[in-house]
């Protein structure tokens, strides 16, 4: 690989990393196109992580290629790191420095005038609601600060390419929301996004494509949609008023559905996927009501990204944990 495709922020080729017996990596393709969200998810251990680190030019690749913005991270890693803006998993801040000063202190590592710094620094603390903090000693911050701080120092250089490694893990439901909106106005700017994440609820929201990894290997790309529509048809739940009716339920679910239906008795509950949505719902309906079942609550649900993730790896992720 010579040279990058021109709407290509990150493209990455048979990306291949050993640890001992283990392959982190086996033989991984990437493509980020300019402007957009690449979402990659997996499980704990399935290679996002390594792969960071390996576009980042944190880490060596055994074998395969990679770009980004243009530049290859083998033979150009400075030039790599000129370009982008990197915020790991964990919080990388100064404790002993203020809010103010660790942007500052970056601000400078960049090459910006005193001047120019200082008002990057001001523009970014306004940005993740850091501005009453600002003077104060980064080791006083919540985790969630201090994942702000560390977020906001990711974008100090004004990259072209943000790497993002679950970068709201740690942050209450508001500063996750808050996270959201930076990113989406940094994608209205042009700016690329290559984004690791635990939430599902994250990419469905962020990205533009996702990419499913798992034990190194990539086992599904596309957008959300395409991936919902690998998972098979809509599901039909059912509440009912007696649990009594669970049998007879679960025999009309079998007849309109796919596949066979599951029950709980406890909370007097039936679901089955389908194929035809709405239709089946009605008739699901039409012959309860001819049966004399009576149903509390009816609802038909949309496959989600953890159906997705259930279906290609066999779980879901391990829940994160919030701030406090």
């Given amino acids: 690989m010579t040279q990058a495709e021109p709407d290509l922020a ?27 969200v690449l979402g990659l998810l997996g499980p704990n251990g399935a290679g996002k992580t390594t792969t960071v680190r390996i576009l980042t030019t944190l880490l060596r690749p055994d074998s395969g290629e990679a770009r980004v913005a243009g530049h290859d991270v083998l033979a150009e890693p400075d030039a790599v790191r000129r370009t982008i803006g990197l915020s790991g ?7 002993n420095l203020t809010g103010f ?32 903090a600002a003077d104060r000693p980064a080791k006083g911050y919540s985790g969630g600060m201090r994942r702000r701080l560390d977020l906001a120092g990711a974008l100090v250089g004004q990259p072209t390419v943000v790497v993002l490694d679950e970068p709201t893990t ?10 959201w909106q930076v990113i989406r106005e940094l994608v209205a700017d042009g700016t690329s996004v290559l984004l690791t994440t635990q939430y599902l609820e994250e990419a469905d929201q962020l990205a533009d494509t996702i990419v499913v990894i ?22 039909l739940e059912l509440v009912l008023a007696s649990a009594g009716d669970l049998p007879v339920a679960l025999g009309v679910l079998r007849e309109v ?7 709980d008795e406890r909370a007097r509950r039936a679901e089955i996927l389908v194929d035809t949505g709405p239709k089946a719902l009605i008739e699901a309906l039409r012959r309860l009501d001819a049966a004399q079942v009576v149903v509390q609550d009816v609802a038909l649900h ?6 997705v993730f259930l279906s290609l790896t066999g779980h879901v992720p391990a829940p994160v944990e919030e701030a406090k």
């Fill in 89 to 95: 998993q964990y919080a990388a801040v100064d404790e």
């Fill in 101 to 132: 000063e660790n942007l500052y202190m970056v601000g400078r590592f960049y090459g910006r005038r005193k001047a120019s710094a200082r008002a990057r620094a001001r523009e970014l603390l306004a940005r993740f609601r850091l501005e009453e």
């Fill in 170 to 179: 740690g942050l209450d439901p508001g500063g996750r929301i808050d996270t």
């Fill in 257 to 263: 559905g796919s596949g066979e239906p599951s029950g």
């Fill in 10 to 36: 990150v493209r990455a080729r048979a990306l291949v990393k050993t640890y001992g017996a283990t392959r982190a990596l086996d033989g991984v393709d990437l493509d980020v196109p300019a402007g957009q």
């Fill in 214 to 235: 798992d034990s190194g290997r990539v086992i599904a790309r596309g957008t959300a949609d395409e991936l919902k529509a690998q998972t098979g048809g809509e599901r």
């Fill in 302 to 307: 949309r496959p989600t990204l953890d159906d």
